[in-house]
């Protein structure tokens, strides 16, 4: 039998983080910089939902605002960060391999894995604000050399299809874990099958725009669900340009994340 959680839009954490004070040295683009972040599993300060999904430790929807704002130069180790630009231009600096000044627009996307230890700045210099989704998961192997790769995804070639953007797929991007991410643009009344790996697998859909049936359950924008234990997630589309991102992973031994299934998931 399936399991399934649905985390509505309103039901995610939700916050605005300011250029200023302490946070300054972190948040850039100071005095007039600030983030906001819409965080679909606990992260930082919020820690009223779930934990994780996999090893996926977070998933978050985030606007730079403001010329100049972003991340300064901070530190990682044995994390895999992917980030997926929508609008907007996002300015990428890391220290894989022999360092790497990237600038990404919408439809470009990353996996930047930090391993043994890494650095890397996120700035959006451009007066536009900057959209993006952040996924952070858990390296199947710690301490790998740092590495960064990056590609892009075309709407306009690319649409009414499940498109895979990171993982094993045919021009995807490699990535150090049993973890597939693919994308979804499609139109209304289309119909789609999403065929997991094995009952081991579970998959987080989250709608960045639009409307779609996912089995049984109704996703409007923004609005997300995490569905395992099943064979097949089927979607309909409900309206025109929906926009679907679809995480696929080993769903790991985790008793923090079982916990909270057993309080908050009818089986």
Not at 119 to 148: F, G
């Amino acid at each position: 039998m399936s399991h399934q959680f649905i985390i509505r839009n309103e039901e995610r954490g939700h916050d605005m983080i300011k250029s200023d004070g302490s946070r300054s040295s972190y948040i850039a683009g100071h005095p007039d910089g600030f983030v906001t972040r819409a965080s679909s599993f606990n992260f930082h300060e919020y820690q009223g939902g779930r934990p994780g999904f996999g090893p996926v430790r977070v998933f978050g929807d985030e606007v730079f605002h403001g010329t100049g704002c972003g991340y300064n130069m901070h530190p990682h180790h044995n994390f895999v960060i992917c980030a997926f630009v929508f609008a907007g231009e996002l300015t990428h600096i890391n220290t894989a391999g022999g360092g790497t000044v990237d600038r990404l627009a919408a439809g470009d996307y990353y996996v930047f894995s930090a391993g043994s230890g890494g650095k890397h700045s996120e700035l959006s210099v451009t007066p536009e604000d900057m959209h993006a989704i952040y996924l952070w998961l858990l390296p199947k192997q710690l301490y790998l050399p740092p590495s960064y790769h990056r590609a892009h995804f075309d709407f306009r070639t690319r649409r009414n299809a499940i498109v895979q953007l990171v993982g094993d797929g045919d021009g995807a991007l490699p990535v150090d874990q049993d973890l597939r991410v693919s994308r979804l643009i499609a139109d209304s009344g289309k119909s789609f099958a999403y065929p997991l790996r094995s009952v081991s697998h579970g998959v987080y859909v989250f709608v960045r725009e639009g409307s779609v049936r996912c089995d049984t359950t109704v996703l409007n924008a923004r609005d997300s669900t995490g569905i395992w234990n099943a064979s097949t997630v089927d979607f309909e589309i409900l309206e025109d340009d929906t926009d679907v991102i679809v995480v696929e992973t080993l769903m790991i031994d985790d008793t923090i994340q079982q916990k909270w299934e057993h309080d908050h998931v009818h089986h």
